[in-house]
Nanobody, 126 residues
């Protein structure tokens, strides 16, 4: 069983940066698809980015391409989301999620993930 804990959220002005962390415990995530999602009240959970931690392959939603970077540190069992050039529309609760080991990656739908964190709030003011 994998437990995920997000951190690094906060409030920034437009154009600023934040780095989110997703720390795993209970099992390694060094061979998993790990994704970041975001959600605002009343809307569906949106795919942001994902990484296949075994080989480092990355996938991004068009809305964040060129501004966000997903990465991993397998030694620390942690996945990161570096967010630059933040916009007010990036304001949301951000969640990380992991699929079971060796399952394929890409921009998967939320229901295709097996483990979820509790989320960290990101607020971008104009």
């Amino acid at each position: 069983q994998v437990q995920l804990v997000e951190s690094g959220g906060g409030s920034v002005q437009a154009g600023g940066s934040l780095r989110l962390s997703c720390a795993a415990s209970g099992s390694t995530i060094s061979r998993n698809c790990v994704g970041w999602f975001r959600q605002v009240p009343g809307k569906e959970r949106e795919r942001v980015a994902s990484i296949y931690t075994l080989n480092g392959g990355t996938y991004y939603a068009d809305s964040v391409k060129g501004r966000f970077t997903i990465s991993r540190d397998n030694a620390k069992n942690t996945v990161f989301l570096q967010m630059n050039s933040l916009k007010p529309e990036d304001t949301a609760m951000y969640y990380c999620a992991a699929r079971s080991s060796f399952r394929s990656c890409g921009l998967r739908q939320p229901e295709e993930y097996d483990y979820w964190g509790q989320g960290t709030q990101v607020t971008v003011s104009s």
